[in-house]
C-alpha cells in the first residue's frame, strides 16, 4: 500500500543502505545526523519497511513520551506503546498508585500477543527487575467459548497472577466471581470481560462497560494476563523465605544499633508471616532481589530476537543511567543504615553492563548526532544522515513562500503537516494567496511526485 509519507525514505541512499544492512544482519550499524524533530518518522518508517518489533531507548522520560506522541501521529495508535518508569517503593505502604504499573503490563501483554510494536523507553525504565517472560507466559489464563473450565481454578490462578477479588470489577487488576459468572478486567484489554457458564461449560464472552455494567461486544476468546510485575510461585516462597531470614539475621550481627535491629526485624518480619502464610503483599518491591533469575529478567526479553534496538545518544545513555543509580543507590545505602533495607537491597537494580548484554542479543542501532567512539557498542556498520532543520515562521507567509520556492525550485517532495483538517484547508487557502498551488491530502495511500505540495494531518 502506497504511503506518500514513509515511500520517500525508500529514495534515500543511507535509508537504504541501513535496511541492507539489518537485512545482512549486521550490528551494531551507528547512524549519525537524524535529529529529535525526525526521529519518530524514522521510527515509523523502520517498522514499516522491515516488519519488525521495534524498541527505542532515549535518556529522559520527557523525551520517551515526546517521541511516543509523534509515532502516534503517523502510526495508528495500537503501533506503539510508551513503558514508562516506575518509582520504586522502598517502604513499606498499604496502597499505591497501579496506573503506571498496569500501563507497563499493557506493554508486556502486547508483546506476548506477538503484536508488532515500536515501543518507546527511557534507559532509566529498563533498570528494574520485572517478571521474566517465562513466569508472565506461565501465568496467564486463556477462556475459550465451550471449552470446559473450572471457577475455582480460575479464581486460584487469577490471584496467583496478581489479581484482586472484589464484589464489582471496576478497574484493572480487579475479578469477581457471582454464582456462574466471572467478571475479569485484564491489562490488555480496553474493557473488562464477563464469562459465563453453564455448570462448567464456558456459555458466553463478552465485554462490558464498568460503569452501566452493559455489553460491549461478544468475543469467542479472550486471553488475561498477569497483573503484577513481580510474581512469586508458590513453590519459590520457601527459597524467598530462607534468603530473606539469612539477610535479616546477617543484618542483626552486623548492626550494633538495637533500636534499628528490631526496626528491621518487624519491618521484614511481616513479609516473612505473609509469605508463609500465603496472604496478599501490597509492595512485592522489598522481595525482588530475593528472586533468581528465572522469575525476574527485563523488557527487552519480551522481544522477538529479530526486533530492532535503536539507541538515542547510546553515550548520554549511560552517563544518565550511572548518575540515577548512584542517586538511587546513595538513597539505599542511608535506608540500610536506619533499618529500612538490608543487605541484598544495595544491589536492587540492573547493573549497565548487564543493560548492554541483553541488547547486544539483537540487531543494535545507535542514533548520535556525531560520529564518535562507542565502546559499549562498537559499531560494525556506518549510515550517515542528512537533515535539516525548518524554521519557525511566525505567521511570515512571505518568509515560507520563499523557503516553498526554493524547495521547488530543487525538485524536493514537500509535505505540510498541519495538525487537523480545518487548518489545513485554511493553510492551502493562505498558499493560493501567495502563489503556491498544494492538495489537501487526508489519506496517505497516494504517491507525491517532485515538485508537489502536499497539505496532510
Partial sequence: MKDFLLDPLLNLQPYNTLLDDIKSKISPISTHGLME??????????????????????????????????????????????????????????????????????????????????????????????????SFQNHRLNIALGREASLDNLSQGLVSAG?????????????????????????????????????????????????????????????????????????????VVAALEKDLEQYGKRMEDDEKISKADEKFGKYLDALKEGSHITNKDLLVPYLPRGLVGTLIDFFRDSALMVLDEPKRLREKYEGTME??????????????????????????????????KRTVI????????????????????????????????????????RYLYKGYKIIIMAGNQDRGKRLKDALREIGINSELQFGRDKSIQTGQVFISE
Wanted: charged share 30%.
Fill in 37 to 134: 524533530e525526525n526521529m519518530g518518522h524514522f521510527l515509523c518508517g523502520l517498522k514499516s519497511h522491515t516488519g519488525r518489533q521495534i524498541l527505542f531507548v532515549t535518556y529522559s522520560e520527557m523525551k520517551a513520551r515526546q517521541i511516543s506522541e509523534d509515532i502516534k501521529a503517523i502510526l495508528p495508535e495500537q503501533d506503539v506503546r510508551h513503558f514508562p518508569s516506575k518509582d520504586t517503593i522502598l517502604y513499606d505502604v498499604d496502597a499505591f498508585s497501579s496506573e503506571r504499573t498496569h500501563q507497563r503490563l499493557e506493554v508486556l501483554s502486547c508483546l506476548m500477543e506477538n503484536r508488532d510494536l515500536i515501543v518507546v523507553a527511557s534507559v532509566e525504565a529498563l533498570s528494574d527487575r520485572i517478571i521474566s517472560r517465562s
Fill in 366 to 405: 545507535t542514533s548520535a548526532s556525531f560520529l564518535k567512539q562507542d565502546n559499549d557498542f562498537p559499531p560494525k556498520g556506518i549510515v550517515r544522515f542528512t537533515m535539516r532543520t525548518i524554521p519557525v515562521y511566525h505567521g511570515k507567509l512571505d518568509m515560507l513562500r520563499e523557503d516553498l520556492d
Fill in 327 to 360: 542517586e538511587f543507590n546513595g538513597r539505599t545505602l542511608d535506608l540500610f543504615q536506619v533499618g529500612e533495607v538490608l543487605k541484598s537491597h544495595l544491589h536492587f537494580k540492573y547493573e549497565y553492563e548487564d543493560l548492554v548484554d541483553d541488547i547486544k
Fill in 163 to 239: 489479581y484482586e477479588r472484589v464484589s464489582l470489577v471496576e478497574q484493572t487488576g480487579q475479578y469477581s466471581i457471582r454464582g456462574g459468572i466471572l467478571d475479569v478486567f485484564p491489562p490488555n484489554a480496553e474493557y473488562p470481560v464477563r464469562v459465563e457458564f453453564f455448570d462448567t461449560e464456558v456459555d458466553s464472552i463478552r465485554t462490558f462497560d464498568p460503569r452501566d455494567q452493559r455489553s460491549v461486544d461478544v468475543i469467542e476468546e479472550i486471553e488475561i494476563f498477569p497483573v503484577s510485575e513481580i510474581i512469586i510461585p508458590t513453590g519459590e516462597k520457601e527459597k
